[in-house]
Each structure stands twice: as C-alpha cells, then as structure tokens.
C-alpha cells in the first residue's frame, strides 16, 4: 500500500508539462517586469523611446569618428566663425553697430523685439545663430549615416541648442530685462506662481482648466441640431437646416478620434458646421468616444465600421439619400480615405466626392512626427499604454509640442513664467484644452500599418481580409494642405493626387494644422491657391503647382462651396426631416473628460 500522505512522483510527461507550464509563466513574468520596467521609464522621457534615442546616435556619432575630413572641416568653418564673430564685436564697439553674422531664419519670432538690435544682446544673438550653424552642419553630411538617423540627429540637436537660446534668461532677454526693471521683478513673482500652478496640475494629473467663457453646448459647439444615433463608438449629430431649400445630398463629416469635432463647430462666427447649414447643405457630424480602460481592444476595424460605415447607413435611413460628400479632418481623413477605398473595392457607390482636410494618405513624409515612429518607439508606446489601455493625451502632448518648440515649450516658458503673462484665452485654446484618449490597439495598429509600414499607400492594407488601395477611390476630391501644417505636411497631403484615381482639386492656405481648415470667411489675412493637381493627364509636383497657381486672398470655405454645390445631382429640395432625437447637440460623448 501507499502511504497517500507521502507525494507522488509524476509520470515524465507530468514532468515535461509542468516544466514547460513553468517556463511559460517565467516567460510571461519576464515579459511583463519588461514592460512595467518601459511604462515607468516612459514617464520620464515624455514617451520617447531612450534605446532608440540612442541607436540614432551611434549611428552620427561612430561615422563622424571615421570621417576626419568632416572634422577638418568643421574645425574651419569654427575658426572661420570665430574671426567674423570677433570682428563683428570690434566693428560694434568702434561704430556702435555692425553688419550682423547671422540672421535668424524667417519663421523665428524670438529676436523680433528691437532690444536685439543693441548690446549686449546683439552679441548673444549672434553667438547663438552661429552655434545653431555650426551644429546644424556637424548633424548633417556626414557619410555614411542613415538618413533617418541623421534627421533624428540634426532635430534633437536643435531641440538641444533651443533650451540654451538667449531668449530663455532673464538677463540676456532684452524684453524681460526690461519687463523686470519695470516691474520691479513682480513679473518674475507672477511666473513663479504660475509654474507652481502648473506643475501641481501636473504631479495631480489634473485635467487642464478650460476658461469659464469657453463651455460646450454654451459658447462653443452651439450650432442647433439633435444626436439621431449613438454606438459603443460614435454618437450621430444630424444639424437643424436654416435655409428653406436644401442641396438634395448630405454631407457627413468624419473628424479625427485625436481631438473633440467641435474644432469644426467653435463659435456661431467661425463654425465650419453653421457655414454649410447657412449654405444649403443637410451637415451629419460623427462624435467620438473618449476611451476608457474598458475600450482597450478597439481597434482600426471597429472605428471603420462603428464610425463612417455605420454613420452612412444612418443617414441614408434618415434622408434617404442616394448619396453621401464625406468630409475628413486628420486622422478622420485617413479613416474616411480608407472606408472610401474599400467601398469602391466591393461595388459601393454611396459616396458622391470626399473632401480631405490636412489628411494624409501617404506617410512617408508626414513631418517631422514621423522620426520617432520606429519598431523601438512603438513598441515603447505599447508599454507605455499597457497599464491604462490607452494613450492620454498628456502623454502625446508632449511629441507635438517638440514639433513647435519654440512656439509651444520656449515661447510658454517666456511669456507666462519669465513675463509673469498668461495668455489670453480664446476659442481654439480652449478646444485644445479638451482633450481625448486613444485606445491600445487603434494606437498601435494605425502606427504600425500607417506611420511605420505606410500600408495603405502601398496597396497592402487589410480590410475584410482583402487589402485595399488608395487607387481604388474614384470619386472627386478637394484636398486641402496648411502651409505650416507640422502634423500632415501640405507637401504629404497633396500626395493625393497622385494616389487616388479620381479628380484632385487642391487648395493650399496659410496658417497651421487647426487655423489653416478653420479659416471662416471675414478672418483676416487669409489667403489660399487652389487648383487641379493634373494637368493635362500630367501630375504637377507639389513645387510646381505651389509656383504656378496664384494665391487668392480670402477663405477657402466660399471656393470649397462652390465645388460641393458643383458635385451635386439634382436641384435643391425641401429639408429632409430630423432622424429620431436621443438628446440635443452637441451630445453626451463631447462632454466626456
């Protein structure tokens, strides 16, 4: 007999199974020390993967230690700036003014105040610009390092050389010198509390604040009209018409799930929404849901389905229109492009034109965005993610300030914690201020298939288990570009007309990724190009055409009108009735924080 009280020895397959099942969950164990280890380290380098930092790096750094003659080189063109920096002190000192070594590019707005032009601040000046120069050319040219490695290089050297510009100190900032002699430095006390308010908002992880004169559903995102449909995803706004006839088809406007779609629908004076209802045109806008933890799993396919696919179908029940013009802003534009291509793939002619605001199709030169969406920095940003199930947008704020450094981190720094200034809030800040999350797996799979791999301009994109093509839309497009756009570059935006096989009509305006799409007739200093991308059955290079076509002053909303009235069948009908109301716009989604 055996003593059941004393232990068994297994059979070997026991054995064997419970080694593997063993191994496994130290596998497992390891992966997920990994992961948290990435998610902690991520918090501290504001989502930026530091192993891919670094492989940039090497690469620069190893071919510069074999490349003698690049350091000959450098170590004239250092000696060279030396002596014109010297000579340019003694000619300021013997004629109280010199010609100026360097002058800041164009697009810099940190040396506009006359203080500069004086010493000792010209001499700060002029030692920073031709720092900046120096590195510029000892971050690129440099044989034998990839090109994306030395891109990658040259911008965080720049970000590097702005964080010790002149203009971040006190004393050597002519206009907070004098803002502080003024003042008595009470400037330099408003700016202390200032930063103290902000990062206890940020150690909290408090929400930013949005002012009180900025309240949806109150002040912005007031155009009247009634959410029809609501889904896990979306809810459906169908917008009350104002004219007694209506364009016989509607318009659907798919915004981007990065950012709430009342940038479209600020106030009654720049609202995209109330231009089109005042213009004639039944309007359908899709809200999106801001994630939870709970919607972790949500990925590309639902977005396409629960989002543009469903919305089509509502509004067809509602209208009973035939056709549908789909307008998409950013990513929504992409999502849209997407859907379109699949619909023309399997015989679905619901779409009457699309019309693309600062969307992109083609991702291989989507800015500078695009430096840090390696294999490394999404797989970072998946760490990054693994706790909540989503990406904050804190945590992508802190990527696309570094796009507008100057603008968004130094300019900032400047103004309201050196000056003592806050500014002065106004509707788009405000908007800016309401942000959203985005779920794990949309995060990670529009990264991979669109950023990294670019899936979709190259035909390789999975719908439905079949790929789909950008070639495949036929439809007619008006594409629209920003000039100083740092999310979808002009440049990237007008690839469409060499992808799609439908007419491209293009419109490039001034202004960036938001100003630039709201930019309501009357607002000042607006002006646009616009034209077909093909001439002649010949595609015109983004160059070409930009040299070609003569800016407009104006909004391009009233061009764009015209086009939209142009694609239209029929004449103009009776406003079709409102779909059944779940609750008043702007809805409940919008509202979620």
């Known amino acids: 007999m055996t003593d059941s009280s004393l232990p068994v020895s297994p059979k070997s397959e026991d054995l064997s199974e419970t080694s593997a099942g063993f191994h496994q969950s130290e596998h497992e164990l390891a992966q997920m020390t990994d992961t948290a280890f990435r998610a902690g380290v991520s918090q501290m380098t504001m989502g930026l993967s530091p192993s891919s930092l670094l492989l940039h790096y090497y690469d620069w750094a190893l071919h510069m230690a074999m490349s003698p003659g690049k350091q000959l080189e450098l170590g004239e063109l250092a000696v060279e700036n030396w002596v014109r920096y010297t000579r340019y002190l003694a000619d300021c000192a013997m004629k109280q003014g010199g010609s100026s070594c360097e002058q800041p590019d164009a697009h810099d707005r940190r040396f506009k105040h006359e203080g500069w032009a004086h010493q000792?601040?010209?001499?700060?000046?002029?030692?920073?610009?031709?720092?900046?120069?120096?590195?510029?050319?000892?971050?690129?040219?440099?044989?034998?390092?990839?090109?994306?490695?030395?891109?990658?290089?040259?911008?965080?050297?720049?970000?590097?050389?702005?964080?010790?510009?002149?203009?971040?100190?006190?004393?050597?900032?002519?206009?907070?010198?004098?803002?502080?002699?003024?003042?008595?430095?009470?400037?330099?006390?408003?700016?202390?509390?200032?930063?103290?308010?902000?990062?206890?908002?940020?150690?909290?992880?408090?929400?930013?604040?949005?002012?009180?004169?900025?309240?949806?559903?109150?002040?912005?995102?007031?155009?009247?009209?009634?959410?029809?449909?609501?889904?896990?995803?979306?809810?459906?706004?169908?917008?009350?018409?104002?004219?007694?006839?209506?364009?016989?088809?509607?318009?659907?406007?798919?915004?981007a799930w990065i950012m709430k779609y009342y940038i479209l629908d600020l106030g009654p004076s720049n609202s995209m929404v109330k231009f089109l209802t005042d213009q004639g045109f039944t309007v359908f806008m899709i809200s999106w849901l801001n994630p939870e933890a709970e919607d972790a799993e949500l990925g590309m396919t639902d977005y396409r389905k629960m989002g543009p696919m469903a919305a089509l179908d509502e509004i067809q029940k509602i209208t009973g229109a035939a056709r549908v013009h789909a307008v998409g802003y950013c990513l929504g534009g992409t999502l849209l492009s997407i859907a379109a291509a699949a619909m023309a793939r399997d015989g679905d002619d619901r779409l009457a034109s699309m019309t693309l605001l600062a969307a992109q199709m083609?991702?291989?030169?989507?800015?500078?965005?695009?430096?840090?969406?390696?294999?490394?920095?999404?797989?970072?940003?998946?760490?990054?993610?693994?706790?909540?199930?989503?990406?904050?947008?804190?945590?992508?704020?802190?990527?696309?300030?570094?796009?507008?450094?100057?603008?968004?981190?130094?300019?900032?720094?400047?103004?309201?914690?050196?000056?003592?200034?806050?500014?002065?809030?106004?509707?788009?800040?405000?908007?800016?201020?309401?942000?959203?999350?985005?779920?794990?797996?949309?995060?990670?799979?529009?990264?991979?298939?669109?950023?990294?791999?670019?899936?979709?301009?190259?035909?390789?994109?999975?719908?439905?288990?079949?790929?789909?093509?950008?070639?495949?839309?036929?439809?007619?497009?008006?594409?629209?570009?920003?000039?100083?756009d740092h999310v979808a570059p002009w440049k990237s935006a007008y690839k469409t007309g060499a992808l799609t096989g439908g007419e491209v009509t293009f419109a490039l305006t001034n202004g960036g990724h938001n100003a630039g799409v709201v930019s309501e007739p009357g607002h000042k200093h607006r002006h646009f190009r616009l034209g077909r991308i093909f001439t002649n059955n010949h595609f015109v290079p983004a160059d070409e055409w930009a040299e070609s076509v003569a800016p407009q002053d104006g909004s391009w909303w009233l061009a764009w009108v015209d086009w939209l009235k142009g694609q239209q069948s029929g004449e103009p009908i009776a406003p079709p009735k409102m779909g059944k109301a779940l609750c008043d716009a702007p809805g409940t989604y919008v509202m979620q924080r």
């Open 120 to 255: 000792p601040f010209n001499a700060f000046q002029q030692a920073f610009l031709l720092t900046q120069k120096w590195w510029d050319e000892a971050t690129t040219g440099v044989r034998g390092v990839e090109r994306a490695n030395e891109k990658v290089v040259n911008f965080v050297a720049r970000q590097l050389l702005d964080a010790m510009a002149p203009t971040n100190f006190v004393l050597s900032n002519p206009e907070i010198l004098q803002k502080t002699i003024t003042t008595g430095g009470r400037n330099l006390v408003d700016g202390m509390h200032n930063l103290q308010e902000d990062m206890r908002k940020v150690m909290l992880q408090e929400k930013p604040e949005i002012p009180e004169e900025f309240r949806v559903g109150e002040t912005l995102a007031v155009t009247p009209g009634k959410v029809v449909y609501r889904n896990r995803l979306i809810e459906l706004i169908q917008y009350a018409p104002t004219t007694d006839k209506v364009q016989p088809e509607p318009i659907l406007i798919v915004p």
């Open 362 to 484: 083609d991702f291989t030169e989507a800015g500078e965005l695009t430096l840090f969406i390696n294999e490394s920095e999404v797989s970072f940003l998946e760490d990054m993610m693994w706790k909540s199930g989503y990406l904050d947008a804190s945590q992508m704020a802190g990527a696309f300030q570094l796009l507008r450094s100057n603008d968004l981190i130094w300019s900032r720094l400047q103004h309201e914690y050196l000056m003592g200034e806050r500014p002065h809030p106004i509707d788009i800040m405000a908007w800016n201020a309401d942000t959203t999350r985005m779920p794990y797996r949309m995060h990670s799979e529009y990264l991979r298939h669109l950023f990294l791999d670019n899936d979709f301009a190259a035909g390789k994109f999975m719908v439905e288990g079949h790929p789909v093509t950008p070639r495949d839309i036929m439809v007619p497009i008006f594409a629209v570009g920003t000039e100083t």
